[in-house]
Each structure stands twice: as structure tokens, then as C-alpha cells.
């Protein structure tokens, strides 16, 4: 794994569960973490963290390239399957673990 930067403090990145090139040739990546007592995912754009909702949110408006969405400024367009595999992730870690995810992120960004 590569050198990550920006890692909030309290947060254990477990495994890489999606990389994707970018258009601008920059590498995104999310990871399962373990944040704040469970298991969500972050988005890191060059290996460097970027703050956003714990699990792809949906567009407004899908594309047939895009249905999902993780990071803010800038926010990242992810594939129904990138979506599915990573909500995937997140709520199987979850549960094996017996936690239940609560989002904060949508408290925060109202």
C-alpha cells in the first residue's frame, strides 16, 4: 500500500476496495476504513485523503458512466458496480463486526 496522506486521525484504513483512473490521469481509490467505531468507506484521490459521505451517495441526475458519488471538492463519479461493490464492503464489515453504521455525513452537509 501506498504512502496515504491526509489520514484524519483515528481512522485505520483496512484494505483498497476500487481504484479508477481519472479523466485528469489522476488515480481515486477508496478504501475500507475503520472510523469512529465502524467500518465506512474513504475516498483518496493520489493518495491523498479527501473528505466526503462514508458510502457512495447517488447522483441527482445518473449517467450511464455514473450513478454514485463519494468526495466533496472534488467529488468523484463512480459506476453503479464501483457503488455496489463498495456498499458491499462497508455494511458486510459491518455486520461481521456487529456494528451498525451510523451516517453522519448527511447531518454535516445539511
Known sequence: MAELIDV?????????VVVKRLQSGHFAEVFLVLHNGQYEAALFLNDKFKPGPPIPYPLDSPTEANSHWMGVRPSVGLSSEESAVIINEVECENSLHKQKM?????????
Open 8 to 16: 484524519p486521525r483515528g481512522m485505520k484504513v483496512i484494505k483498497s
Open 102 to 110: 451510523v451516517d453522519r455525513w448527511e447531518r454535516m452537509a445539511n
